[in-house]
């Protein structure tokens, strides 16, 4: 149990659970706010992570300017979906949506000279020639700690430095939203997703607020795509698959839906309790492999979901009263 | 009157037709609404009412037939751009914002929010303000005409079938329309506050020249407040005129107790009340 006590590990769950954090927070506009039922924003994570090392690595931009083209690139594929699909009902959305995530990912296996293919992006520049875009983040990491060694002495390390960053970012960006979900312009978001015929008889051009929404919500997306290739120094396709868009749900919901502080706080018990797992080797969990206790935690996040569900369906910060409103 | 124009048309509809299956929900319907009026649409159930409702604000496209609003083609053009015309319409079942404030119901309504915008909220912030503060206003203004300005904070998912209705009208009254097509506006509504309402409405009619068309099944209410009253049956206009004339036209009577009713009428609960014998004598 050693483990429990180690800063360097929860630093580490926390920046995983502030990227889920900024991803989620992505999701949370679009279905939380808009009702769009999409199944398959990991791949606006995907997008903004490949194609910032894409640029990076092979078109030798700056990473300022491809992380940045990356977040338009990303927003651009949110319309392009979202143009045939929007108009769909509900459930034909999230059918369409799962699709367009799993197309993507099979791109990022199948186009191996414009992505590295299955081995990931260390592939970037050709087998045997191990290619980084992480070198002018490592720079800036490197100058945010000395700052933070100004506050924190020796205890700024690299994780807790990507810790604050990231939930810095994180912090922001729902700051961000919550001023933009009770403007005007999120009203309409919220009656889209509470009546979309009554909105459009008031005026207002569902359609478009969708695909606002949705584009976004893809740019949010996006951002936790670099953070994402940002921590961890390569990626691979298999870190896009379906259930990635799952957890942002899990998160979503534990939280509450349409509750924008609700996904930071959702986000960390995701993350403590996938990371919590590890410990589970007393007896009689210690009679399973290594291996094998970590599908615990997949097990143990369905029991809380479906825990959630019976008991507190609106999340922890939701309203009860707004469960039974027809 | 000093609303100029008084007497040319607002809404004139040729020839629309529209099918659901093999049923003509619409068969060819003819009709003109005139400015600044306050008309009636009857008919029993089932005649095409809503579905005209639907068609003219945009929520169904026409096979057939040409609709124009104040002199311009509407057919073709989608609901929020027909609302956004000044012409407005309620829903006969209501479709209140349920998991939003009554207030929020109101303002979202209002026109001209730039703050609707996303590039506009960003850059010009304050005139997303400014707007918000009149919409605010105006919105408290309506609700307490509606009775509703005590309710301004709860759920609109919280009120009364009643209330809903109470709602729409106000919601609709937000967008300043030139015209609002009411779908059956008294149904669940207490009478004396009915009256308050069709008061209301004769104001802007006064006032401003608003034209009102009302689905309503209440016959009291159709004879008092309509100029004009247009009857369908079977997705037709079978009759349209001065209430006196249309109460002793045959056709509509007909209509109403059955005689001349086709095979292609749909069974609905017979909820309205046909004109009694002392209306139609």
Redesign the interface.
Same mark, same amino acid.
């Given at each position: 149990m050693s483990g429990l006590a180690n800063v360097q590990f929860w630093a580490f769950v926390g920046v995983v659970a502030g990227i889920y954090t900024i991803f989620a927070l992505g999701l949370q506009l679009q279905f939380g706010f808009t009702g769009l039922l999409n199944f398959g924003h990991v791949a606006f994570m995907a997008i903004g992570a490949y194609t910032m090392a894409i640029l990076v690595v092979k078109v030798e931009w700056p990473l300022w300017l491809s992380a940045l083209v990356a977040i338009a690139v990303s927003m651009l594929f949110g319309l392009i979906i979202g143009l045939p699909t929007v108009r769909l009902r509900a459930d034909y959305l999230a059918i369409t949506t799962i699709a367009f995530g799993e197309i993507i990912r099979f791109i990022a296996v199948n186009q191996q000279t414009l992505t590295g293919g299955p081995q990931g992006t260390i592939n970037l520049t050709g087998a045997g020639r191990a290619s980084s875009y992480n070198r002018e983040w490592l720079d800036f990491q490197g100058w945010a700690q000395d700052q933070l060694e100004v506050i924190l002495g020796d205890h700024a390390t690299r994780d807790l430095t990507m810790l604050v960053l990231v939930w810095i970012v994180a912090v922001v960006l729902i700051v961000l939203l919550q001023f933009?979900v009770h &403007?005007?312009?999120g009203?309409?978001l919220? &009656?889209v997703? =509470? #009546?979309e #015929?009554?909105? &459009?008889?008031?005026?207002?051009?569902?359609f478009s607020y969708k695909l606002?929404a949705l584009a976004?919500g893809a740019a949010i997306g996006a951002i936790a795509g670099l953070f994402f290739a940002f921590q961890f120094s390569f990626f691979s396709p298999q870190d896009f698959d379906p259930l990635t868009t799952f957890f942002a749900y899990v998160i979503v919901l534990l939280g509450g839906t349409?509750k924008n502080w609700g996904v930071p706080v959702g986000a960390l018990i995701f993350a403590f309790i996938f990371a919590g797992t590890r410990f589970l080797d007393f007896w009689p969990l210690s009679e399973l492999t290594s291996a094998d206790r970590a599908f615990l935690r997949l097990i143990v996040v369905g029991l809380i979901l479906i825990g959630l569900m019976a008991f507190r369906p609106q999340g922890i910060f939701g309203k009860k009263? =707004?469960m039974v409103?027809? | 009157m000093s609303v100029p124009e008084r007497n040319g048309t607002i809404l004139e509809l040729s020839d629309v037709v529209k099918h659901f299956g093999g049923v003509a929900a619409v068969a060819g319907a003819e009709l003109d609404v005139r400015r600044g009026s306050i008309t009636a649409l009857i008919g029993p159930n089932g005649a095409g009412k809503t579905t005209l409702f639907n068609i003219v604000s945009g929520f169904y496209k026409p096979e057939r037939g040409v609709i124009s609003f104040e002199g311009e083609r509407i057919d073709r053009k989608p609901p929020h751009a027909i609302a956004q015309r000044g012409l407005v319409r309620t829903f006969q079942i209501t479709k209140a914002l349920t998991k939003m404030s009554v207030l929020e119901n109101m303002m979202l309504a209002a026109p001209h929010q730039p703050g609707e915008q996303l590039w506009r909220l960003v850059f010009t912030p304050r005139s997303a303000r400014a707007r918000e503060r009149e919409v605010h206003e105006k919105a408290h203004e309506l609700l307490k005409l509606v009775r509703l300005d005590r309710l301004a904070g709860d759920y609109a998912g919280t009120l009364s079938g009643g209330q809903r209705k109470l709602l729409e009208f106000g919601r609709a009254l937000m967008r300043d329309p030139t015209m609002i097509m009411l779908d059956e506006p008294m149904a669940g509504v207490n009478p004396s506050l009915g009256l308050e309402l069709l008061d209301h409405m004769k104001r802007l009619q006064d006032e401003r020249g608003t034209t009102f068309l009302l689905i309503e099944h209440d016959m009291e209410v159709v004879m008092n407040v309509s100029e004009r009253v247009i009857v369908m049956n079977e997705g037709r206009v079978i009759s349209a005129g001065p209430p006196d004339e249309v109460r002793r036209d045959q056709a509509v009577i007909d209509a109403y107790l059955g005689t001349g009713r086709g095979a292609g009428e749909p069974s609905a609960p017979a909820e309205e009340t046909p004109p009694s014998e002392g209306d139609t004598a």
């Open positions: 933009m &403007s005007p312009w009203r309409v919220r &009656s997703r =509470e #009546d #015929d009554a909105t &459009s008889a008031l005026g207002k051009n569902v606002q976004v349409a009263e =707004e409103l027809e | -």
